[in-house]
Nanobody, 123 residues
Framework: QVRLDESGGGSVQAGGSLRLSCKGS????????MAWFRRPPGKERELVAAVTSGGTTRYADAVEGRFTISRHNGRNTLDLQMDQLKPEDTAVYYC?????????????????WGQGIQVTVSS
């Protein structure tokens, strides 16, 4: 069974940091683009950041300079370091993967999804 399992979410005050991790199993994601998406309360799911197997990254404007995406192909893992968190970063965060291996990704094209993990930032 192919799985993407997120961990590391929780609650933090504005200005703080959190690190999300995603572990893939049942499938090798080394040739896939991997990404973090989020769904803020009452809004649609949106891209946060993506990274190809070769290390090309793409960030949403709202998180550029504050979040860092990284991956370890051999371990099938994906991380998201989130610094200088703001209340508007509050959302359910999802790990996802796609066979296209292009950094320009959309919600609709992703082949695999994690179950999501809550991140809450209080002011």
């Amino acid at each position: 069974q192919v799985r993407l399992d997120e961990s590391g979410g929780g609650s933090v005050q504005a200005g703080g940091s959190l690190r999300l991790s995603c572990k893939g199993s049942g499938h090798s994601f080394s040739g896939h683009v991997m990404a973090w998406f989020r769904r803020p309360p009452g809004k649609e799911r949106e891209l946060v950041a993506a990274v190809t197997s070769g290390g090309t990254t793409r960030y949403a404007d709202a998180v550029e300079g504050r979040f860092t995406i990284s991956r370890h192909n051999g371990r099938n893992t994906l991380d998201l370091q989130m610094d200088q968190l703001k209340p508007e970063d509050t959302a359910v965060y999802y790990c996802a993967a796609d066979r296209s291996n292009r950094a320009l990704v959309t919600v609709a094209q992703m082949d695999y999804w994690g179950q999501g993990i809550q991140v809450t930032v209080s002011s």
